[in-house]
């Protein structure tokens, strides 16, 4: 009985802690993923913004050579999986791909589309409206960051530059960057937090456990061994003192034994009495004489009889 008890008990909380563990971790994760996303795509955009300042100068200079060797030498960096820039029309100018240089990108794709989804071409974009995330043709997730490079003052004012003060974008930079650390993070991430449920589930089972084994089933234990002990006969142990609620049931449980014992002593008692009197009655010496039984008797001297 004791066994199906706690199993009731335990079960339910084992159940509750579990499913508000489950949903606590999975908001959890939810919140710290688009954070962590987040700061990835402003570190790229960050760098992007970098390779646009790191290139200024070559333009300045319309030194393609020197692009070209920037270009490389930032590609070849471990998670960047392409470096370009193309002009205002699209056409791709210096790659990191060879085969791409000279081709037109598609303006309906997601890094494109920021920009060129109305009529007129939006001049500027937030940090996170640069961000998109896709996989390229080899497979890999990427986070790519399209930065436009601005025409400054010291771009339309430059003798070896034809762009007008009117043309306020001259091209774009697209950088992409591997997904694959951000995943790698999140999966650390996953693990830890299973775990971390795993313990809240045990540790949280475990007390609870603890907790009404010590208060609830283990006195419930010692008064059930009292009672059967109550119903065979022997009342001479008591139970010890309990806390709370468990006290109020203990005392009780032990008028009832009382009770039970005061009842069956007098039942006793009833019994000596009764066979006493059975055997008091069955002895042949105390059984009546027939003047006890009121038959009238004959006087000797004068013979007459008394009793008519």
């Known amino acids: 009985m ?24 999975i908001l959890l994760y939810s919140v710290m993923k688009v954070d962590m996303t987040a700061n990835a795509e402003r570190q790229a955009t960050v760098l992007a913004g970098t390779v646009v300042k790191s290139t200024r100068y070559a333009m300045l200079q319309s030194d393609d050579e020197n692009l ?51 009529p007129v071409p939006t001049a500027s974009l937030g940090e996170m409206e640069q961000a998109r995330q896709f996989v390229n043709a080899k497979g890999r997730a990427v986070i790519a960051i399209t930065a436009p490079i601005y025409n400054e003052p010291d771009c ?12 306020k974008v001259l091209g774009t930079l697209d950088i ?10 999140l999966a650390t991430m996953r693990g830890r937090m299973l775990i971390f449920s795993l313990m809240v589930l045990v540790l949280t089972v475990g007390g609870v456990s603890a907790l009404l084994v010590r208060s609830i089933f283990g006195p419930m234990r010692m008064i059930k061994k009292f009672c059967d002990a ?19 049931l203990s005392d009780s449980v032990q008028k009832v034994a009382g009770e039970l014992k005061k009842s069956r002593i007098a039942l006793q008692e009833a019994e000596v009495r009764l066979s006493a009197l059975s055997g008091h009655e069955a002895d042949p010496k105390n059984a009546p ?5 009121g038959r009238p008797t004959e006087d000797p001297r004068t013979g007459n009889r008394h009793g008519d």
């Open 2 to 25: 004791i066994g199906g008890l706690a199993g009731k008990a335990i079960i339910p909380v084992a159940v509750t802690v579990t499913g508000f563990v489950i949903v606590c971790c």
């Open 68 to 118: 070209r060797d920037i270009i490389a030498n930032i590609s070849s960096q471990q998670g960047v999986e392409h470096v370009r820039i193309f002009n205002k029309k699209g056409l791709i100018e210096f790659s990191s791909d060879q085969t791409e240089i000279k081709s037109f990108v598609d303006k309906k794709t997601a890094g494109c589309i920021g920009c060129h989804s109305g």
């Open 230 to 248: 109550v119903c065979q006969g022997d009342c001479k142990h008591g139970l010890p003192p309990f806390d709370g609620q468990m006290e109020e």
């Open 289 to 293: 004489t027939n003047n006890e039984a």
């Open 176 to 185: 992409g960057l591997s997904r694959h650390p951000l995943q790698q993070s």
């Open 156 to 167: 339309y004012n430059a003798a070896c530059h034809f762009h007008p003060p009117g043309q």
